[in-house]
């Protein structure tokens, strides 16, 4: 079964750090680029961050950028988000979500997310 | 205040057609990038509903189409069930930004 698994969430105070994590299983992970979207509590959906396959080109959205880290292990079948500097704003679900191979930028496979909550 | 411009709410007897608008600009729709539409049900992960502007994921009844024209876009839900309540998310990718951005979300009520 394809599968992506995040784990890494919790309550962190503002200006801490965080590092997600996301298990790909049942597809070659390292044929697929990967994403980062996430949600915060009853608002809609904001992509984060994106890494190709091999991890030679990244993005971040702008509201992230310069404080998170995307990466990924290929050799492990896993997915990273180091994020650092952390703001009650950032308070959200965090998902990693696969790009179709049919298409650029459609996300096909997603997990079932992780909170973070960055709270004093 | 999302790149992408949806509607908040859409509602719809049973059996009934709805349409959920998704306005963009020059800069995402307007360039010629695909669109995409996701479903999210309650307290669950967003599934792919529609990708390329038009085309059915495996699995996805022909009940759910997609169409692309300017800087915009639309999802059409015929026949609807009460299963369809939702909230629906169009995406696409944005050139001065390097990067997907999505819609503001439309929840979908089924009377």
């Known amino acids: 079964e394809v599968q992506l698994v995040e784990s890494g969430g919790g309550l962190v105070q503002p200006g801490g750090s965080l590092r997600l994590s996301c298990a790909a299983s049942g597809f070659t992970f390292s044929s697929y680029s990967m994403n980062w979207v996430r949600q915060a509590p009853g608002k809609g959906l904001e992509w984060v961050s994106y890494i190709s396959s091999s991890s030679s080109t990244i993005y971040y959205a702008d509201s992230v950028k310069g404080r998170f880290t995307i990466s990924r292990d290929n050799a492990k079948n896993s997915l990273y988000l180091q994020m650092n500097s952390l703001r009650a704003e950032d308070t959200a679900v965090y998902y990693c979500?696969?790009?179709?191979?049919?298409?650029?930028?459609?996300?096909?496979?997603w997990g079932q997310g992780t909170m973070v909550t960055v709270s004093s | 205040q999302s790149v992408l411009t949806q509607p908040p709410s859409v509602s719809g007897a049973p059996g009934q057609r709805v349409t959920i608008s998704c306005t963009g600009s020059s800069s995402n729709i307007g360039a010629g990038y695909d669109v995409h539409w996701y479903q999210q049900l309650p307290g669950t992960a967003p599934k792919l509903l529609i990708y390329g502007n038009s085309n059915r994921p495996s699995g996805v009844p022909d009940r759910f189409s997609g169409s692309k024209s300017g800087t915009s876009a639309s999802l059409a839900i015929s026949g609807l069930q009460a299963e369809d309540e939702a909230d629906y998310y169009c995406?696409?990718?944005?050139?001065?930004?390097?990067?997907?951005?999505f819609g503001g979300g439309t929840k979908l009520t089924v009377l």
């Open positions: 995406q696409s990718y944005d050139s001065s930004l390097s990067g997907s951005v």
């Open positions: 979500a696969r790009d179709a191979a049919v298409v650029m930028d459609a996300f096909d496979i």
